[in-house]
C-alpha cells in the first residue's frame, strides 16, 4: 500500500512538472533548453541572400538563384518553398505587423510585396530601368525604404495601414556618401531615436546617417571600417553589421542619433561561409550562407545557421 501510494506521488509530481515547463516536448522548454536547431538546410542550388523573422517561429529566405522565398520552422529546422520567384533575385527582405513581406529585386531593378502566408505577390513595383542592384530594404517612419547598389538613390514605398501605394518615391542621396565602383550602398536600419535612417557601404566600409531627405553624413566609427558591410540589425542602440566575406559580425554601439558608433567587438562561427545578412529570433541571431565565393551549380548545398546573439 505504501509502496502504491508513493509510486501515485510521484505520477503527480512528474504532471505537474509538466505542466509548469511546458512538457518535455513544448516548444518553450526546447528554448530553454537550447535545442532549437542551429543549423536550417535549404534547397541545393537555392543561393540564399536575405533573411526575414517576426513573431512567430518563422524564418523566410530569399533566393539569388530565381526569386523565390523559402520558409523555416525555427523549431523544427524544415521547411519549404512558398513563393516561387519571377526568375530575377529576391535579396533583402523584411515582414511587416501584416505578415507581408517586402523584398528587394536586385538587378531586376524592381520590389515586391508578398503574403508570407499564402506566398501570393500582392504588389509589384518597377523602381528603376537600366542596371540597377535594389539589395536592401527596412520599415520605419511609415515607409519601407530600399537601397540600390549600383544608383546612388533609395526607393520609398509610403504605407498607409493596409494600403500599398501605386508607385514608389526616388530619393536621390546627397551629401557625404560618394558612390565608386563595386558595391555601394548596401544593408540599411532606422537611427536608434527612429528619426532618420543608417546605410552601410560595402566597398568603403563606410557607415552613413541618412536624413529622409536623402541627405547623408558619415557616422564617426573612430577609425573602423565596416568594409564587406552586408546586411544590418538594429536592437536598441546595438547595431549588428555583416562583413561578408570576412565571415564576421561586428557589433556597435551607437548614439542615439546614430552620428557615431563603436565597434565592441566582431563574432565568427566556422559554420559561416559568407554570410549576407542577419535576423534575430529570440536570444539567437540567424544567418544565411550566401556562399558567394563558391560557383553555384543545381547541387549546390545552402544553409542558414544560428548564433547566440552577442
Do not use: C
Request: proline share 7%; no cysteine; net charge positive.
Amino acid at each position: 500500500m505504501t509502496r502504491s501510494f508513493r509510486a501515485l506521488g510521484a505520477i503527480l509530481a512528474a504532471l505537474a512538472l509538466a505542466v509548469t515547463t511546458g512538457g518535455p516536448a513544448g516548444a518553450d522548454s526546447d528554448r530553454r533548453a537550447g535545442r532549437l536547431p542551429t543549423s536550417i538546410s535549404l534547397p541545393d542550388g537555392f543561393q540564399p541572400e536575405g533573411i526575414a523573422t517576426g513573431a512567430g517561429p518563422f524564418a523566410f529566405i530569399s533566393s539569388m538563384a530565381d526569386g523565390s522565398i523559402y520558409r523555416a520552422d525555427l523549431r523544427t529546422g524544415r521547411g519549404a518553398i512558398i513563393s516561387r520567384g519571377p526568375g530575377t533575385p529576391s535579396l533583402g527582405m523584411k515582414l511587416d505587423s501584416r505578415g507581408r513581406l517586402f523584398v528587394a529585386g536586385g538587378t531586376g531593378g524592381d520590389a515586391r510585396v508578398v503574403d508570407s502566408r499564402t506566398g501570393r505577390v500582392l504588389a509589384s513595383y518597377r523602381l528603376v530601368t537600366g542596371p540597377a542592384f535594389v539589395n536592401d530594404v527596412i520599415l520605419t517612419q511609415g515607409a519601407a525604404w530600399f537601397t540600390d547598389s549600383t544608383n546612388p538613390v533609395l526607393y520609398k514605398l509610403a504605407l498607409r495601414g493596409d494600403r500599398l501605394p501605386a508607385t514608389a518615391v526616388r530619393i536621390p542621396l546627397t551629401g557625404e556618401l560618394k558612390y565608386g565602383d563595386g558595391f555601394n550602398a548596401n544593408g540599411i536600419t532606422p537611427t536608434p531615436d527612429g528619426r532618420g535612417l543608417i546605410v552601410v557601404q560595402s566597398n568603403t566600409g563606410g557607415l552613413f546617417r541618412v536624413d529622409p531627405s536623402g541627405a547623408t553624413r558619415r557616422v564617426d566609427l573612430h577609425g573602423e571600417s565596416l568594409r564587406e558591410g552586408d546586411g544590418l540589425l538594429l536592437r536598441g542602440r546595438t547595431l549588428y553589421a555583416v562583413q561578408n566575406r570576412l565571415n564576421a559580425v561586428a557589433v556597435l554601439r551607437l548614439n542615439a542619433t546614430g552620428t557615431e558608433g563603436r565597434v565592441v567587438r566582431r563574432v565568427s562561427d566556422p559554420r559561416f561561409d559568407v554570410p549576407a545578412t542577419v535576423a534575430a529570433f529570440g536570444s539567437r541571431l540567424y544567418l544565411p550562407n550566401a556562399r558567394f565565393d563558391t560557383t553555384p551549380a543545381p547541387d549546390t548545398p545552402y544553409d542558414a545557421v544560428a548564433i547566440p546573439r552577442p
